[in-house]
């Protein structure tokens, strides 16, 4: 097999125009990747080509999708927390970004019913961008803290534990951030940041072999694979000793 890969533009997505790479190879499968607008797959999708979605899927999409199980990670993560004896626990995110970012929301909410915890509506900022600014002014802004913050991914982890520090809060002492990716801003930040891990190779492999039984079984069921996930807890979360 040869592998050729096309970046899509926000410009090239706007406006509809399929990757010039399908106008001009005879493609025999495609793999997707996640953060395409929905509008801009199903234009693809629509070529017949045979396609796996990678980390995104939709009710209308007539493809085979490989995804993470953003539920469960975000539900053993929130957990995790919540068994350090946290209950007042903050979300942080762009819900509207992608799909897995959704459903990592959903993992935390269904987390705190399970334990009996009521969510805090003011602790869920479920429209944060990936923005210092942003981070600061939520942070800032509420009239009362949490004692742990689940960030949706680890970009967000960083900026919440760079803020948090700002403010002079020690973490773990204090607060404590847990995320989700096992990115490299989790492994550099002080402290390291307790994230979800991801197997990266392996979500790789499957929608490559995915992608061949597909090619190979045109006309049998499509299908949703989940990828399980692991906690990896790191220096950033501890016991809640008080409420600061």
């Known amino acids: ?54 980390d995104h899927h939709d009710p209308h999409f007539q493809a085979d ?54 969510p805090n509506k003011n602790f869920i900022f479920s429209s944060a961008k990936e923005k210092e600014e942003e981070i600061e002014q939520f942070i800032t802004a509420l009239s009362e803290q949490p004692t742990a913050w689940f960030c949706v991914n680890d970009g967000h982890g960083f900026l919440v534990s ?6 002079g809060l020690n973490i773990p002492g204090q607060v404590s951030v847990c995320s989700f990716d096992n990115g490299q801003l989790s492994q550099i930040a002080t402290p390291k940041i307790t994230t979800v891990d991801i197997d990266l190779k392996h979500y790789g492999k499957k929608a490559v072999e995915q992608l061949f039984q597909r090619i190979e079984n045109p006309n049998k069921p499509f299908e949703e694979i989940l990828i399980s996930t692991q906690l990896l807890v790191r220096e950033s979360t501890a016991i809640r000793v008080k409420a600061w």
């Open 1 to 54: 097999m040869h592998l050729f890969i096309e970046s899509i533009s926000h410009h090239t997505a706007e406006k509809l125009v399929l990757p010039s790479l399908l106008n001009n190879l005879n493609i025999d499968g495609l793999l997707i990747l996640s953060h395409l607008p929905t509008e801009y797959i199903s234009k693809v999708l629509s070529t017949g080509i045979p396609s796996v979605l990678i």
């Open 162 to 167: 760079s803020r948090l520090k700002q403010m």
């Open 65 to 118: 999708s490989i995804l993470i199980n953003n539920r469960f990670g975000a539900y053993n993560a929130v957990e995790h927390l919540i068994q350090l004896g946290h209950k007042d626990i903050a979300f942080v995110g762009d819900i509207e970004f992608s799909p897995s970012y959704e459903e990592r929301l959903e993992g935390y909410l269904l987390a705190l019913r399970k334990h009996n915890i009521s």
